[in-house]
């Protein structure tokens, strides 16, 4: 049995460290002469850049947000649940190179392919965290699960378009903001109810 807490310490650093490496790919303008024109057109320059960076935070900040979810009757964990935990933390410190390869070549479905399967495995390891959890609370369990599955098929969905209309292809995983949305609307909904107002 492995301590949950030091799992946890150990996740909240490692989503800091690869959430913070994320920006570095986005480099400030230095080509610019100086006046507004210039300064716009470099800053719409980094927009292949920029999209990729948005799309892996909206990922990691999903991810970590499930894991801190996580209750358990017990303050330790199994050996499988560790060991896919840190197998999900491995792939987690990949995103900042993912990101920063599908940034740079953004139309080459090979550098989509790598980004996408990164993401995927993120969602295959995560998957397996839950399904590994014995002493979880099952409270939030379907939405997890569902947030997990989208992850993993937007992401083979997206290695499948690359191949064929590779400058769409990032966008079919903004289908891993569909939990985010479904979340925020029941959130604004029990919040509208009459019985909800105290």
């Keep these: 049995m492995y301590p949950k807490a030091r799992l946890d310490a150990l996740t909240d650093g490692i989503f800091a460290v690869a959430m ?29 850049k920029f999209f990729p960076y948005v799309l892996s935070f909206l990922v990691l900040g999903q991810s970590w947000l499930a894991k801190v979810r996580v209750r358990m009757a017990s303050e330790h964990v199994t050996r499988t649940y560790a060991v896919a935990w840190l197998a999900n933390l491995f792939f987690i410190t990949c995103v900042p190179f993912s990101t920063m390869l599908v940034g740079r070549y953004g139309d080459v479905p090979v550098a989509i392919c790598v980004y996408a399967g990164n993401m995927g495995m993120n969602g295959v390891t995560a ?42 292809a990032l966008w079919v995983l903004l289908l891993n903001a569909a939990p985010v949305f479904s979340r925020t609307a029941r959130v604004v909904r029990q919040s509208r109810r009459p019985d909800s107002v105290e």
Excluded: C
């Design 127 to 168: 998957l397996i965290m839950l399904l590994s959890m014995r002493e979880a609370h099952r409270e939030g369990e379907p939405e997890r699960l569902a947030g997990v599955l989208v992850l993993i098929i937007s992401s083979a969905l997206a290695a499948l378009v690359a191949f064929s209309v590779p400058q769409y």
């Design 20 to 48: 913070t490496l994320l920006v570095l790919e986005l480099r400030v303008p230095e080509q610019a002469s100086g006046d507004n024109a210039s300064l716009w057109q470099e800053l719409k320059d980094l927009s292949p």
